[in-house]
């Protein structure tokens, strides 16, 4: 510890040129973080994969699966258009709004209302399917999860039975914590 103070002191005063000694257990620095338009895009591009009917859902995973590059050009082009069509529907409800305030006529304001409404129902039923989607798809992933669990357990006598004559005979304990690969003692 005070060897490495010391360095850090010398290489403060300009003693030793930096980076002369690196140590050679230090983990690599975090990657940096995804930018607000990286961070956009991929949620777009979820969101677009996941508004896909189940029939183009398939064939873009198979374009997944076999050019990963033109997979993610598509998508990325369906969230952004997904996204522009968002955001023009919010600037198009926020001008119905001000239009509808600034308005005194009686008729225009209740059409107006009805344009809102209309608006705004569409967004709603819009996101709750999106979202009875998402909760299918969590339900698919927890009934696999559930069998796989009932599978283990089904078969838990032969693996405790494996594991303990895997442990008599000298064999690494696959529960064991592991060193990290990086850290050396």
Known sequence: ?????????????????AGAEEPEDVPPPPPPLKSEKERRTSFAIWRAFSSLPEKERREM??????????FR??????GEALLKADRDRLIELRSMVAEYISTADSD????LYKKIEANVRFDYFKRLEENRR????????ARGLEAEL??????AEAAIKARIDAILRGDPDPEAPRPHPRRKK
């Open 1 to 17: 510890m005070k060897k490495w103070l010391l360095l850090i002191a010398f290489c403060c005063a300009g003693l030793i040129p």
């Open 61 to 70: 995973v198979k374009l997944q699966r076999t050019d990963p590059e033109k």
């Open 73 to 78: 050009k598509v998508m990325t082009e369906k």
């Open 108 to 111: 225009r304001r209740e059409e």
């Open 134 to 141: 998402h909760l299918e798809e969590m339900k698919r992933r």
């Open 150 to 155: 009932n599978k283990r357990e089904k078969n």
